[in-house]
Nanobody, 116 residues
Framework: QVQLAESGGGLVQAGGSLRLSCSAS????????MGWYRQAPGKQRELVAS???????NYADSVKGRFTISRDNAKSTVYLQMNSLNPEDTAVYYC??????????WGQGTQVTVSS
């Protein structure tokens, strides 16, 4: 059963925008932190942005001012609005959340490709 379902990836030109969405299934009880990670070819997976249950946010330096993370607790959904995309943002983007016990859940990943 898919517990985190991502959508919104795709191909975009440099300077363009994309919005990623990730919805958690009801099997994940009492979601705490939600976030997005990415992994480019040959590189380690890295944190892009996270948002706590109280809506405190954290961003990687490389995306500050360009990406915005938000969440809708009623829908158990987290969003990542990505603006001013550049080729260095090309990666597989993964949704992650933790429940109040600290157990992590990962999405299957969605490809984001930015052409120059």
């Amino acid at each position: 059963q898919v517990q985190l379902a991502e959508s919104g990836g795709g191909l975009v030109q440099a300077g363009g925008s994309l919005r990623l969405s990730c919805s958690a299934s009801r099997t994940i009880i009492r979601i705490n932190t939600m976030g997005w990670y990415r992994q480019a070819p040959g590189k380690q997976r890295e944190l892009v942005a996270s948002i706590s249950s109280g809506s405190s946010t954290n961003y990687a330096d490389s995306v500050k001012g360009r990406f915005t993370i938000s969440r809708d607790n009623a829908k158990s959904t987290v969003y990542l609005q990505m603006n001013s995309l550049n080729p260095e943002d090309t990666a597989v983007y993964y949704c992650r959340c933790t429940d109040v016990r600290g157990i992590p859940y990962w999405g299957q990943g969605t490809q984001v490709t930015v052409s120059s």
